[in-house]
Each structure stands twice: as structure tokens, then as C-alpha cells.
């Protein structure tokens, strides 16, 4: 079969979206693997409706993404602004999303409104629970003898090591997917530097930006201030994702990610087509 699919950089992390719904697991994860093999650069594979009026997208995994939920907005709106009302692999209800009139795509995350979600499971050291995605979020302090520790430049392979290692300790690896998010403070904003790891399309990723990381280190930041509050999350990429949460009467009522995202100049002119 020819699968037709393009690529999006939503904050950094390339992300290619095929054009079609592939319903079985095994078939999307040759798809994936074989465009990975292509495209070095992509992070994640995931799967788009073709009909525009039916917006969907499909990960590799059957996971949740934020970044790749973003790069379907911008492929359903055509980089214009406006809204959509988007489903999304591993959520049970549609999302609200769209690009604003200073073309930022965002989107609405997948998060729970009860608070014993976000729980602290050793020192400032917190699990997220979202739907179809969890982070693991060590503070600026926990996380600072990790990243002294390792060269980030070598595609954050020893990174992706220790987040490994922390997951099974607190026996979370395998069960989920989820990731590790390390974080350090930068030019006055909160650098992450995550490490993702999905089940079922077997991908382990030190990421050039995440989206759902992002919305859980804001997450964590609002639990523990106790009020609503927006945060600049900067990405590995040097690009910037803001992240939006709705505190009120001790639940999370809304939380939102957006920033920019490009299309890569690879598949500007011509979908790419693998046999």
C-alpha cells in the first residue's frame, strides 16, 4: 500500500502525520518504524482523518500527544486561525483546539479535574496522571545531579538511561506510557528536558519538546500554588511552549498548550509517499 503523510515541527519535536486512519496496531507500527528509518529527525508517527469534517488523529501507539494533537490543528485549519473540536488516541471525549489570530496552535489537554492525580511520590518528585499519557516530573533540585551528569548533545542516550531506571523504581515503566521530565531553570523559564517512552509503538525518545510534558510540569506548578497561573516551558529546541492551567475550588478546570508549529519544507510542495 502507499501511505501519503506529512511532517510538522510543533515546537521542535518533528512529527509526521499520515494522511488516514490505520485502525490496526501492528500495521501503524510498520508504518512508523519505516518512516523513522526515512526521516530521521521525526520523534512521532501519528494518524489523521482525511475527512475534514470528522477531525481524528491516531498515534502510532494509540497513545496521547500534545505536540502531534497541535500539528493535526494546523493540518485541519491549514495554518489559519480558528477552532475544531479534535478526537485524539487515548482520550475519551473530544478536545477544543485551534490557532489564534497570532497563528499559535493550541490545544486543550486531556487532564483529570480531581487533584489526587497529581501526587507526590517522593521528594519534589511528582507522577502525573493524564489520559493516555503520564510524566514522571522531578524538580529543578532532584534533577540537577542528572543533568550535570550527562551530555545532552549525544542524543540524551544516557538521559534516556536514568529516566528508564527511575520509572522502574517506582514501577511505572512498562505499565503505561509515560515519560520523565527533568527540569531546570534558564533565562528566568523552566527548561525541560523529557524523556518519553511508549508502550505499545516501542519508542523510547529524549524529545525535543513535549507538549504533554510541558502541561504536566504547569500541572504540578498550579497544585502546588493552589491558584490558576500560565508558564513559558522551554523546550530543548530553544522554542517555547506555553502552558495554561484552570485552578478553581481545589480541581483543574481547564488546561491548554499552545505555541507555533511549521510545516517542514520537505513536505511543503509533495506528500511523500512509502511502498
Known amino acids: 500500500m502507499e501511505y501519503n503523510y ?5 515546537g521542535g519535536n518533528k512529527t509526521a502525520l499520515i494522511i ?3 485502525s490496526d496496531i501492528d500495521k501503524r507500527k510498520i508504518i512508523q518504524d519505516m518512516i523513522l528509518l526515512k526521516h530521521r529527525d521525526v520523534e512521532q508517527v501519528g494518524f489523521v482523518n482525511e475527512n475534514f469534517s470528522d477531525p481524528q ?12 494533537t497541535r500539528s493535526a490543528v494546523y493540518f485541519y485549519l491549514g495554518g489559519k486561525p480558528g477552532e475544531i473540536s479534535i478526537n485524539v488516541s487515548g482520550t475519551t471525549r473530544p478536545l477544543a483546539a485551534g490557532i489564534t489570530d497570532s497563528f499559535e496552535t493550541w490545544t486543550e489537554m486531556p ?3 480531581n487533584l489526587d492525580k497529581i501526587t507526590t511520590i517522593d521528594d519534589e518528585l511528582y ?3 493524564m489520559e493516555g499519557i ?4 522531578l524538580s529543578q533540585k532532584v534533577s540537577f545531579p542528572y543533568l550535570s551528569k550527562t551530555n545532552l548533545s549525544e542524543d540524551g542516550k544516557r538521559l534516556k538511561h536514568i529516566a528508564k531506571s527511575l520509572l522502574m523504581y517506582y514501577g511505572f515503566y512498562g505499565k503505561c506510557d509515560c515519560g520523565v521530565i527533568f527540569t531546570e531553570n534558564v533565562l528566568s523559564m523552566i527548561k525541560i528536558h523529557p524523556c518519553i517512552f511508549t508502550k505499545r509503538s516501542a ?3 529524549y524529545e525535543t519538546a513535549c507538549g504533554s510534558g510541558s502541561a504536566a510540569v504547569g500541572l504540578v506548578n498550579s497544585k502546588l500554588l493552589g491558584k490558576s497561573d500560565k508558564l513559558q516551558i522551554l523546550q530543548p529546541s530553544g522554542k517555547v511552549i506555553e502552558t495554561s492551567v484552570e485552578y478553581k475550588n481545589g480541581k483543574i478546570v481547564n488546561t491548554k498548550i499552545g505555541g507555533f508549529v511549521s510545516i517542514d519544507n520537505l513536505s511543503e510542495k509533495d506528500l511523500n509517499v512509502i511502498v
Open 6 to 10: 506529512k511532517i510538522f515541527v510543533p
Open 111 to 113: 487532564v483529570y479535574e
Open 134 to 137: 503520564s510524566h514522571l516530573v
Open 57 to 68: 488523529l491516531v498515534m502510532s501507539g494509540g497513545e496521547f500527544c500534545g505536540n502531534a
Open 127 to 129: 507522577f502525573v496522571e
Open 20 to 22: 488516514g486512519i490505520e
Open 203 to 205: 519508542t523510547e525518545y
